[in-house]
């Protein structure tokens, strides 16, 4: 039995269930890195290239972490998703970065994994890492295994598990409670709680009702995505996109806040368009926040805190005004 | 007499107001913080006592500013909040019409924009502190002009330079450039007063409905050069309050006086004499995970009186259970 490192970072963050079934399936042992803490972010900063986005200098530190402890790193080269779609560049060429710049790393899997022309099936997308590890006759029951785990992605919610507070704790106003909001991002800009400084934790804390995309039907997130006059070229950006787009229009949040990973090529271009739904729908309050690895929990609570602050208090004076019509 | 305080420890300065319980300022205090926010602290409340009028009693006290938390533990705060509430809150006070706010600070600049007395929407700077008081005071500084006749020296301007504004060290560059080929300082300065608003409008307020009136607050709005360039910029008159350089304090005051008429309980304010108080801070490195946080604690007369700076909670003062140090999940195979 092998040992299958799996970095906690980039399209784990959407596809853990997909992957560690899979190679539990084929009776493979798997390991994932722990949850990024400084020395993660420490390896990944000294293993990187340096103009590269926080998430794969994370990543680069999530194998860096785990290289010598597995036989070997699984690292799929995610081309694509769908037809007519494209994942973000980085995560297309992240094997090549690190076996550029990791040293003493084990042996990689990195299949091809590209729907862009045609239907492949999940079996024949990992025919090859079931024979390198020669389990080809496990290959088909695996294979469906982790199809039918990662089908439940969209209804686990990864829990946030840890108490956290604000920094200034006597902060949280009571007023915050019941408050709902929207956390738009990347899966590992959003569930990756030291890159956002325990957002969802602290807002959990404080009585607000989180929702992201896993809160909106797959369905009717892919009707928004076909409506899109300009579909972005990237899945997770159009899925971004038409999610933002449902959330200004419904009645489900009070407010949205978009994680955005400085020197995110995607992030950069989407921000115009979600800036730009945000100016339709005055009624949703909206806020951008960008993560890099200098920005400080301070700045990022600062903003949070007035962002909830105006939410209450125009919610308050909304309250007063209809009681006084009456 | 109830009086409310307020107190905003910021960057490069630390601003204390005190209102009375009509909401007006009868008290306010401007000083720069020079890199020892509890020494400014200390320094902005222990004259109190002898200002203040016979029998004032602080019944709530607010803290805000970057160094809120902190400054909120020393003066014994009933409520710490954010300088964006705290400036909007002012403004609306002081002008109950405004529909802009504009708040150029030591590090940071904000806009807000207000619709019926309330804050609607707002922006920060980025990770980028371009374009804030510090820069100026930093340019003041090399050219030897003090950064109070920093903007009257702008007016003196006939044809100022174009600076580039994007990003302080290009400016810098580029004003060094300017100078050795012989433009007069009057014209940099106000060429550099230019370039700071283009910068603000540019990326701190993009996007957003700047509608009149506008108020412009915050240490920066003292620079008359500052203020010309952003009314021309704008086509609009800017309204700067009288009390433009401690509006965050102002806010803090009416927050506290807010937390009072919403929950009548007793203020923690510690009193006037915390200037004779030893307060001391330590910062030490946690190695108990590889989190390794940064974590800092306050000392009052030698004994801990706050901690903050830990992800798990450790070094808060109540004790809290800490979580155990998460390790790489490692699961067998189904079989």
Redesign the interface.
């Known amino acids: 039995m092998a040992r299958i490192g799996i970095p906690r970072a980039l399209l784990y963050h959407r596809y853990h269930l997909l992957w560690e079934t899979f190679f539990r399936g084929l009776e493979e042992e798997v390991m994932v890195s722990p949850p990024t803490n400084k020395g993660i972010l420490e390896l990944g900063v000294q293993h990187s290239l340096t103009d590269i986005c926080l998430p794969v200098k994370l990543a680069c530190g999530h194998v860096a972490a785990i290289a010598s402890k597995v036989d070997y790193l699984f690292l799929p080269r995610v081309l694509s998703v769908e037809k007519d779609a494209y994942t973000c560049p980085k995560i297309v060429a992240f094997p090549d970065m690190v076996r550029l710049n990791i040293p003493g790393i084990p042996k990689i899997l990195d299949p091809v994994i590209d729907l862009r022309k045609k239907v492949v099936s999940h079996e024949r997308q990992l025919r090859e890492v079931a024979e390198t590890l020669g389990k080809s006759h496990l290959l088909k029951k695996a294979s469906r295994e982790a199809l039918r785990a990662q089908s439940n992605w969209f209804e686990a919610e990864p829990e946030a598990k840890k108490e956290a507070s604000f920094l200034f704790k006597e902060v949280g106003s009571a007023s915050w409670r019941g408050l709902r909001i929207a956390l738009l991002g990347h899966p590992y800009n959003l569930f990756d709680s030291f890159i956002n400084f325990n957002l969802r934790e602290k807002l959990a804390s404080m009585g607000i009702e989180i929702l992201t995309l896993k809160h909106l039907e797959p369905s009717s997130i892919e009707e928004e995505a076909a409506c899109l006059d300009y579909p972005p070229y990237w899945t997770a950006a159009k899925e971004l996109l038409a999610g933002a787009r449902l959330f200004f229009r419904s009645d489900l949040v009070d407010g949205i806040v978009y994680l955005i990973a400085f020197e995110c090529g995607p992030d950069a271009l989407l921000k115009v368009l979600i800036d730009s739904e945000s100016k339709k729908s005055p009624h949703v309050a909206y806020m951008s926040l960008v993560l890099d690895e200098h920005t400080g929990e301070a700045g990022v609570e600062t903003r949070v805190e007035a962002f909830l602050d105006a939410i209450a208090r125009r919610k308050r004076t909304s309250r007063v005004t209809v009681a006084g019509v009456r | 007499m109830d009086v409310f305080l307020g107190i905003d420890v910021g960057s490069v300065s630390t601003n204390l107001a005190v209102l009375n319980d009509n909401l007006e300022v009868i008290y306010d205090k401007y000083l720069r913080t020079s890199g020892r926010p509890i020494d400014a602290v200390q320094r902005a409340i222990s004259p109190l006592a002898g200002v203040l009028p016979q029998g004032s009693g602080v019944v709530a006290a607010g803290a805000t500013g970057?160094a809120?938390?902190l400054a909120?533990e020393l003066v014994g705060a009933d409520?710490?909040?954010?300088?964006?509430?705290a400036h909007?809150v002012a403004a609306i006070h002081l002008a109950p019409d405004v529909h802009t706010v504009i708040e150029i600070g030591g590090q940071d600049s904000k806009i807000i924009i207000i619709r019926?007395?309330?804050?609607?929407?707002?922006a920060?700077n980025?990770?980028c502190a371009a374009g804030t008081g510090s820069f100026l005071d930093q340019q003041a500084n090399r050219l030897t002009v003090p950064i109070e006749e920093f903007g009257e020296l702008a007016l003196a301007s006939e044809s100022p330079v174009r600076i580039a504004g994007r990003c302080t060290v290009f400016a810098e560059s580029d004003m060094i450039h300017k100078q050795q080929m012989g433009h007069r300082v009057e014209d940099i300065v106000a060429g550099l007063c230019q370039a700071l608003v283009r910068n603000y409008l540019g990326n701190v307020a993009k996007?957003k409905e700047i509608l009149p009136p506008v108020v412009f607050q915050g240490g920066v709005a003292a620079n008359a050069g500052i203020r010309k360039a952003l009314a021309e910029e704008l086509r609009t008159d800017i309204i700067v309050p009288d009390k433009f350089g401690v509006m965050g304090a102002v806010g803090a005051a009416l927050l506290a006086h807010e937390w009072r008429s919403e929950t009548g309980a007793r203020s923690r304010f510690r009193g006037f004499a915390i200037g004779d108080v030893a307060y001391r801070t330590t910062s030490l490195q946690c190695n108990e995970?590889?989190?390794?946080?940064e974590v800092i604690e306050v000392l009052m007369n030698g004994s801990k009186i706050a901690g903050?700076g830990d992800?798990c909670?450790r070094y808060?003062t109540e004790k809290k259970e800490v979580?155990a140090c998460?390790?790489?999940?490692?699961?067998?195979?189904?079989?």
């Open positions: 970057s809120r938390r909120g409520i710490v909040k954010n300088e964006i509430t909007s019926n007395q309330v804050a609607v929407d707002f920060m980025t990770i996007g995970c590889p989190n390794l946080c903050w992800r909670g808060q979580p998460e390790e790489c999940v490692t699961t067998p195979s189904s079989s």
